[in-house]
């Protein structure tokens, strides 16, 4: 059975920096692409960034190109997502993703 724990998330400032991790566990991590989402109350969800399987192609959605970063750790079965310079706007709960598969969400409060 698939797993995706994230963690990371909280309160923070307009300006601010937060790191979230997402754990995988019962397939082989490094065979997938891994993806963040992010739903904020009464909107849909919506992507923020994704990467490939070994980590060499990224892509972000314009929001957040330039102050999010995706990265990933096969060997520690792990996808993280850095968010700089954060902004109220990027207020939500933050999924990771791959196939069918979320985990629970990790909410991230930006105040301004």
């Known amino acids: 059975q698939v797993q995706l724990v994230e963690s990371g998330g909280g309160l923070v400032q307009a300006g601010g920096s937060l790191s979230l991790s997402c754990a995988a566990s019962g397939r082989t991590f490094s065979a997938y692409a891994m993806n963040w989402f992010r739903q904020a109350p009464g909107k849909e969800r919506e992507f923020v960034a994704s990467?490939?399987?070994?980590?060499?192609?990224?892509r972000y959605a314009d929001a957040v190109k330039g102050r999010f970063t995706i990265y990933r750790d096969n060997a520690k079965n792990t996808v993280y997502l850095q968010m700089n310079s954060l902004k109220p706007e990027d207020s939500a709960v933050y999924y990771c993703?791959?196939?069918?598969?979320w985990g629970q969400g990790t909410q991230v409060t930006v105040s301004s």
């Open positions: 990467i490939t399987r070994a980590g060499g192609t990224t």
């Open positions: 993703n791959f196939g069918a598969y």
